[in-house]
Structure formats: C-alpha cells, structure tokens
C-alpha cells in the first residue's frame, strides 16, 4: 500500500504535462519512505530519459542518477507513472522497459498523453497495474493499493 498526497497527484500532472503538449511519452516515479509498513510518497521524480511517441526509455547514465537520488535521502521507488498516445493499458515495451520489477510493483498509465487527465479525474482515468509473483502485469482497482490523504 501506498499513501499520497492531492499535491503529489498535481505534481504528477505538471511533469507528464511538459511532455505531453510535445505528445511524447513520459515517465516519472514516486519516491517513498517506509511508514508503518506503507510507503509514503515524498515527491516526484523525473528521471533522465529518451522518450518518442509510444515510448520510453531510462538510459543507464538515468538508471545511475536515480539510484543517487535514492541512496541520498534513503528512499524507494513507490510506483512509476506512465503515458500512452492513445488508451491505458500495459503494453508489451511497458512491460519489458519497466523500472521497478518486483512483485507488487506498481506501474500506473495514464491515456492520452494526460492531457486530458485533472486532479479531479485522476482516479477514473488512471489504471494501474501490479507485478504478480507469476511476473504478469495484472490490472487491479486504483484504490486496492493506492491511498490519497
């Protein structure tokens, strides 16, 4: 399980935002802290990446960078959120490019470049997904692992 804030999801939205006007994909993951046995997201963080029309890719120079960021200030990567063109779904690169692949990994999308997307309708159109012990990506239910507080 996951905490956010309404100001993480509006953080959220301004970072796909700048690449979505250019209608390119984007990718930007939610750091955390451990609380209580959940993850807290402390921020947003856009990580050095080669993006095009449907597609993302982190560089290992960008692989590097984040895990500074992340042994900086002792965090973890909550959730990595996503664009696509067109719908929302776990397409076979979203699966292959992932950055976090453990189990109960989270990987949201969100459709159309999330231009169309607003805080208010972030849940509706957001679909996310979990990494099952069987290494599938299955859809699950916005709030069965995400909490907004």
Request: proline share 4%; glycine share 4%.
């Given at each position: 399980?996951?905490?956010?804030?309404?100001?993480?999801?509006?953080?959220?939205?301004?970072?796909?935002?700048?690449?979505?006007?250019?209608?390119?994909?984007?990718?930007?993951?939610?750091?955390a802290?451990?609380?209580?046995?959940?993850?807290?997201?402390?921020?947003?963080?856009?990580?050095?990446?080669?993006?095009?029309?449907?597609?993302?890719?982190?560089?290992?120079?960008?692989?590097?960078?984040?895990?500074?960021?992340?042994?900086?200030d002792?965090?973890?990567?909550?959730?990595?959120?996503?664009?696509?063109?067109?719908?929302?779904?776990h397409?076979?690169?979203?699966?292959?490019?992932?950055?976090i692949?453990?189990?109960?990994?989270?990987?949201?999308?969100?459709?159309?470049?999330?231009?169309?997307?607003?805080?208010?309708?972030?849940?509706?159109?957001?679909?996310?997904?979990?990494?099952?012990?069987?290494?599938?990506?299955?859809?699950?239910?916005?709030?069965?692992?995400?909490?907004?507080?």
């Amino acid at each position: 399980m996951i905490t956010i804030s309404p100001s993480i999801i509006d953080d959220t939205l301004a970072q796909l935002a700048i690449y979505g006007k250019g209608r390119k994909e984007i990718v930007v993951l939610w750091l955390a802290k451990k609380e209580a046995g959940h993850a807290v997201v402390q921020r947003v963080y856009v990580p050095l990446q080669e993006t095009g029309r449907a597609f993302f890719r982190i560089p290992p120079k960008g692989m590097r960078l984040l895990f500074e960021e992340l042994r900086k200030d002792r965090l973890m990567v909550a959730a990595q959120v996503h664009t696509h063109p067109m719908e929302a779904f776990h397409s076979w690169a979203d699966d292959t490019m992932a950055v976090i692949k453990h189990a109960g990994a989270l990987s949201l999308v969100l459709p159309y470049f999330a231009r169309e997307t607003t805080a208010a309708n972030f849940v509706e159109q957001t679909k996310v997904f979990s990494l099952s012990k069987s290494n599938e990506w299955d859809e699950i239910t916005f709030n069965q692992e995400i909490a907004i507080r």
